[in-house]
């Protein structure tokens, strides 16, 4: 491996024994980056000791090699000086870090780190870090996955016999491929949860297009979606910010001509803010079961800003539908004030259509963390 002195240098007369040095520099600007950055240091010393007390009856070829160049490669990402002349641009850098391709190849790195120093490792830290290995494999493969039986039943086999048994070569292979099985498992599931990200953005983006739409329409052209009312024996028609009183007999008034004098261009604005505001206490009350999540994509902020656009739409499609008489007894509001309360009713109720996308989420989240119920995964204790 290259000297201390000389990052991603190589001696004349083979690998030195010695790890590559990596400042961990920082503070960088995520909490991912500087969790890799701190693992890749602590890889690079064990690397080290790997390569200090290695057993050289085999030879590992080019493996401290490799494993020199996915530290450096993963420790650039994570830096941020992935770029083919150093730090990359602005617009290239945040559209590393918001596809997840940054964070994706800094951890591959690491893992493949892993895997090549267990392949390197003596029998002696092997047989340490089998108890890690099985929880980690039990945590992310499924019960009836042939790899994870196989570890179990070579665990069991060296409890049972101690130290008076001999790890052998196709024994550790077993190992290691398990090992990255489930790492494999561990990164598919977070570029799934990633996708399902993005796909939540892009809707967001979409909803909040189509909330100002509906809002410049009414601003433009109050009278073709009016959410107006003419209640029965009321002799009013209401609007959500205006009533005209003394309207006759609803049987024979001209509908058209009260829109025009009681409908005002701020009325499906109104109700879009206010359904937007009961979103917002939607969001904040789903907080009481909020875990957190230790990715990096942000995943339940995401799913709040969901509920926001998604809130001023449903206001407003609520009230279009008691106009039309779909809710059978509730189309005739007969104040502009309960207009208002039926908007905060609609806007709170996007909790119905967003509880289910939370509930997907939530699923993706338990995949990551390897307890979700794909595969039947069960945490090894």
């Known amino acids: 491996m290259p000297r201390p002195e000389e990052p991603g240098s190589r001696s004349d007369t083979g690998p030195s024994p010695a790890a590559p040095s990596f400042p961990i520099g920082g503070p960088t600007s995520s909490a991912w980056r500087e969790e890799l950055l701190t693992k890749v240091k602590e890889l690079s010393g064990l690397a080290s000791w790997v390569q200090a007390n290695r057993d050289d009856r085999e030879s590992p070829g080019e493996l401290p090699e490799a494993v020199h160049e996915h530290l450096k490669a993963a420790h650039d990402t994570a830096a941020g000086d992935f770029g083919p002349h150093g730090r990359p641009g602005p617009w290239r850098r945040w559209k590393a870090s918001s596809g997840g391709s940054s964070f994706e190849r800094a951890l591959g790195n690491v893992d493949a780190v892993e895997v090549s120093l267990l392949r390197l490792a003596p029998e002696r830290y092997l047989r340490g870090q089998l108890p890690s290995l099985r929880a ?3 945590r992310f493969l499924p019960k009836d996955d042939p790899r994870r039986m196989g570890v179990d039943a070579l665990s ?29 498992q561990r990164r598919r599931d977070l570029i799934r949860l990633r996708s399902f990200r993005n796909w939540v953005v892009a809707t967001t983006i979409a909803l909040c297009l189509a909330a100002a739409g509906v809002a410049a ?5 109050q009278e073709w979606l009016p959410v107006c009312f003419f209640p029965e ?6 609007c959500p910010r205006t009533e005209l009183l003394g309207t006759g007999d609803p049987a024979v008034a001209d509908i058209d001509v009260l829109v025009a004098k009681t409908a005002t261009r701020e009325d499906l604005l109104l109700v879009e803010i206010v359904g937007l505001f009961a979103a917002v206490v939607a969001a904040a009350g789903g907080l009481r079961n909020a875990r957190g999540t230790s990715t990096p994509y942000g995943l339940p902020v995401a799913l709040a800003l969901l509920k926001l656009p998604t809130g001023a739409l449903t206001a407003v499609i609520g009230l279009l539908l008691m106009r039309g008489g779909f809710v059978p007894g509730l189309s005739a509001l007969d104040s502009s004030a309960q207009i208002v309360a039926w908007a905060i009713v ?18 993706l989240l338990d ?13 090894a204790h």
């Not at 329409?217 to 052209?221: E, K, Q």
């Not at 109720?349 to 939530?362: E, G």
Request: hydrophobic share 40%.
């Open 136 to 138: 980690h494999v039990n």
């Open 156 to 184: 069991l086999q060296i409890e049972q016999r101690g130290r008076n048994h001999e790890l052998l070569p196709e024994q550790r292979d077993a190992l290691v491929a398990a090992y990255h099985a489930a790492n494999s």
């Open 217 to 221: 329409l009414g601003l433009a052209h």
């Open 233 to 238: 024996e009321k002799q009013k028609f209401v």
């Open 346 to 363: 609609f806007g709170y109720a996007q909790q119905a259509v967003t509880h289910l996308i939370d509930n997907q989420a939530r699923g």
């Open 367 to 379: 995949d990551v963390g390897g307890h979700g119920a794909a595969g039947d995964r069960a945490t």
